[in-house]
């Protein structure tokens, strides 16, 4: 699998929206056009399912596969598993035909579990800028819900068509200073497109954006499905791909138990065994179904 397939599993899990109830989102569709931040964030809440609604979640896990631009036989397709816990704590495993890819946050510390040249796999700490970008996101609800009480300062940039429909655009400034901007659908008050910076290469300011698609029910809440990078342009052509990256969800389990390890770091570089394929096939044994 290349990097670049493997790094859009950490971009998804940090720009990660709620869903949104069928009913809450045809209520607020109705609504005309907002004219200020607020009104765009408290559409947006309610198309959601409402604040009080998304205190109840805690946990995440989210199964599928990622459909890279640039595709390759023995990388074709490979199975993911995301974990998330309020705040900003998570675990990313990508498995491929040709190697396994683990990111772990515990909300303090992170680290990459990858393939060294010997094929062996291989522990490495977080850098500082990532550590600092994994403690600025949301991963459960996003910087939109409740985000006055998250410091979030959010201003209206506007009205402007995003692939062919009308969308606001906010910009976003989080309490450690880092900006983001959101588009937010005017007809279904959903998220359309999130864009952060880099944070790494020569250009570290960059925006990356990320697109949402797909949405429909589950567990009677509604989630995007397939999230797509931007346009992939092949290293020193100049040439874009027509093809984005795209990351297919194809389960998502609400508020399952998470094994006391879920989080810690990778017991020994060694730990080559089947419990990554357990991770992506099914969610455990790092989760437990829900309670009744």
């Keep these: 699998m290349s990097a670049r ?5 950490a971009v998804i899990a940090a720009t990660l929206v709620v869903p949104m109830t069928a009913a809450a989102a ?38 599928g596969h990622i459909e890279p631009a640039m595709d390759q036989e023995e990388t074709r397709n490979p199975k993911f598993a995301i974990h998330l816990e309020r705040p900003n704590r998570t675990r990313f495993e990508v498995k491929s035909k040709a190697s396994d890819f683990t990111r772990i946050f515990d909300g303090s510390h992170g680290w990459r579990m990858h393939p060294a040249k010997d ?20 991963v459960i609800d996003g910087p939109l819900l409740a985000a006055k009480e998250k410091g979030v300062q959010i201003s209206l940039d506007g009205v402007e068509t995003l692939e062919g429909q009308k969308a606001y655009r906010l910009s976003l400034v989080l309490p450690n200073g880092a900006e ?7 007809k279904t008050n959903l998220e359309m497109r999130y864009d952060r910076p880099s944070g790494s290469g020569s250009d570290p300011n960059r ?6 698609r797909d949405w429909s029910a589950e567990d009677g809440l509604m989630m995007p499905h397939v999230i797509e990078t931007a346009p992939v342009r092949i290293p020193n052509s100049g040439v874009e791909l027509p093809r984005r990256d795209r990351v297919v969800i194809e389960r998502v389990i609400l508020n399952p138990t998470f094994d006391p390890g879920t989080f810690a770091m990778p017991a020994s570089p060694m730990r080559r065994n089947n419990k990554s394929e357990i991770h992506i096939d099914t969610g455990a044994p790092t989760i437990a179904p829900r309670s009744p």
């Design 119 to 138: 094929g062996r796999p291989s522990v490495s700490p977080f850098a500082k800028s990532e550590v600092d970008y994994a403690k600025s996101e949301y």
């Design 207 to 212: 925006p990356v954006p990320t697109y949402y």
């Design 5 to 9: 397939a493997f790094r859009l599993a």
């Design 180 to 186: 983001r901007k959101v588009w937010i659908d005017q």
């Design 26 to 63: 045809a209520a607020t569709a109705a609504s005309g056009v907002a004219k200020t931040a607020d009104e765009v964030v408290v559409r947006n809440v309610a198309a959601r399912g409402g604040l009080e609604a998304w205190k109840k979640i805690d946990r995440m896990v989210w199964l």
